[in-house]
T-cell receptor, first 116, second 109 residues
Framework: GAVVSQHPSRVICKSGTSVKIECRSLDFQATTMFWYRQFPKQSLMLMATSNEGSKATYEQGVEKDKFLINHASLTLSTLTVTSAHPEDSSFYIC????????????FGSGTRLTVV | DAKTTQPNSMESNEEEPVHLPCNHSTISGTDYIHWYRQLPSQGPEYVIHGLTSNVNNRMASLAIAEDRKSSTLILHRATLRDAAVYYCILRGGADGLTFGKGTHLIIQP
């Protein structure tokens, strides 16, 4: 149980276009999802927290107009990278609270975004 | 999350036990100790967590010092599939995780 499905696993897009990444909780409901970004050889950095039915909260330094987050249902959260640039190339990962583990989380498999 | 300190890397041989240390001298009384690992090109995976007592599950064991200022993740019989970055994280609430650099575990065949 407690599976988070993330798609796509890998995407290449042209500079200036937008890319949507989806995360679905398959066997549980997630009122909250967290989005992280990981650059090569670095650790994960929390970008934003999405809450079902309300606006996402963004970490300092993360542009909310560039990284659009929608949490339209209890099982789906999406991250849209708008007007992507090469510096947005990174590994994006979502996570949701993990039932049965105090303050624990289940992670998606990640999306490798390459902007050319 | 309170700060943790881990070695940058460790190396072990296949089928031998591995002890991954974590220091957390500023841990508060309500902080849980969580361990995650991240295999190459994958999202992190929950390994184990504990509060005061030692814990065992199918993946690993967690040994927590009596003063809780340090802990050790124990992989009883490492395999090549255990090669990953292991993160020790203190959790006092339900906000997002703060990842440090973790320990890069290398398993030699």
């Amino acid at each position: 149980g407690a599976v988070v499905s993330q798609h796509p696993s890998r995407v290449i897009c042209k500079s200036g276009t937008s890319v949507k990444i989806e995360c679905r909780s398959l066997d549980f409901q997630a009122t909250t999802m967290f989005w992280y970004r990981q650059f090569p050889k670095q650790s994960l950095m929390l970008m934003a927290t999405s809450n079902e039915g309300s606006k996402a909260t963004y970490e300092q330094g993360v542009e909310k107009d560039k990284f659009l987050i929608n949490h339209a249902s209890l099982t789906l959260s999406t991250l849209t990278v708008t007007s992507a640039h090469p510096e947005d190339s990174s590994f994006y990962i979502c996570s949701a609270p993990r039932h049965g583990v105090t303050y624990g989380y289940t992670f998606g498999s990640g999306t490798r975004l390459t902007v050319v | 999350d309170a700060k943790t300190t881990q070695p940058n890397s460790m190396e072990s041989n296949e089928e031998e036990p591995v002890h991954l240390p974590c220091n957390h001298s500023t841990i508060s009384g309500t902080d849980y100790i969580h361990w995650y690992r991240q295999l190459p090109s994958q999202g992190p995976e929950y390994v184990i967590h504990g509060l005061t007592s030692n814990v065992n599950n199918r993946m690993a064991s967690l040994a927590i010092a009596e003063d809780r200022k340090s802990s050790t993740l124990i992989l009883h019989r490492a395999t090549l599939r255990d090669a990953a970055v292991y993160y020790c994280i203190l959790r006092g609430g339900a906000d997002g995780l703060t990842f440090g650099k973790g320990t890069h575990l290398i398993i030699q065949p």
